[in-house]
C-alpha cells in the first residue's frame, strides 16, 4: 500500500507541474522525505508519504536540512488537511484530487 499511495502523490505532482512552475525530485539522503518540490522562488518544500501514523520525523530534518518554511505529509492518518507548527498534514484522498 505504501508504494502504491507515493505512486499516487507523484502522479498528482506530475500532473499539477503541468500547470504550475515547480521541480519535483527525490530526496538523496538515505531515510529521507519521498519527495522535495523546487518552487519558483527557489524554496524547496519536503514532502513525505506514510500510510497509518506517520512520523513527522522525516519532514521536521528535511525542514532544517533544505531551510524549508514548511513541510508536507501525506498520509491517512486524518480526514482533513491540518498544520502543525510547520507541518501540513492532508489527507492521501484529498490530496487524489489536486
Do not use: C, H, W
Not at 507523484?10 to 503541468?18: H, N
Not at 527525490?26 to 518544500?45: A, R
Not at 492518518?77 to 484529498?94: F, G, L, V
Request: hydrophobic share 40%.
Amino acid at each position: 500500500m505504501q508504494t502504491f499511495s507515493e505512486n499516487l502523490v507523484a502522479a498528482s505532482l506530475f500532473k499539477l507541474q503541468q500547470n504550475r512552475d515547480f521541480g519535483i525530485f527525490y530526496d538523496p539522503e538515505k531515510g529521507g522525505v519521498d519527495f522535495l518540490l523546487n518552487t519558483i522562488m527557489g524554496d524547496i518544500i519536503p514532502i513525505g508519504v506514510g500510510i497509518g501514523a506517520k512520523n513527522t520525523k522525516q519532514v521536521k530534518k528535511a525542514i532544517s536540512r533544505y531551510n524549508s518554511d514548511y513541510g508536507i505529509i501525506v498520509s491517512n492518518r486524518s480526514s482533513r488537511i491540518q498544520k502543525e507548527d510547520n507541518i501540513i498534514s492532508i489527507p492521501i484522498s484529498t490530496f487524489s484530487f489536486m
